[in-house]
């Protein structure tokens, strides 16, 4: 039974490398959905070494090719300093104002939330 459960192991473990191989050769095939997958797979670490930066990379592919959601994720990825990145309002104000710009309403809702929050900050009252 042991040796079983092991197989079973090695073998799930086998079909997530090979579906991540799939995923990342979609990318590169131009699959943006598949891009930005495997961006918030790098920042949730879902299969992989969890990896802000190489999160950025794929998720501003993905939202420079007009993904909203992938704008949206990658201004947390620099707000909230996720996976080792630096963190960086400025860089987040602009992607979640691409996301706006994109069509997505969370895009627009953040951007606008963080805006009136800088400026109070700015104008040393509390938020």
Known sequence: ?????????????SLEAGAMQGVAK?????????CEELGI???????VRENGYKALEYLRRACEAG???AC????F????????????YGKAMRYWKA????G??????NYDLARDKLRALREGRSY
């Open 1 to 13: 039974m042991r040796g079983f459960m092991l197989y079973i192991l090695l073998l799930s473990l």
């Open 26 to 34: 979609a990318c590169e095939r131009g699959s943006m959905s598949a």
């Open 41 to 47: 797979r790098y920042i949730t670490g879902d299969g």
């Open 67 to 69: 993904r909203a959601s």
């Open 72 to 75: 949206n994720s990658a201004a």
């Open 77 to 88: 990825i620099y707000a909230d300093a996720e996976g080792g990145v630096k963190q960086d």
């Open 99 to 102: 996301a706006c710009a994109h």
């Open 104 to 109: 997505d309403g969370s895009g627009c809702s």
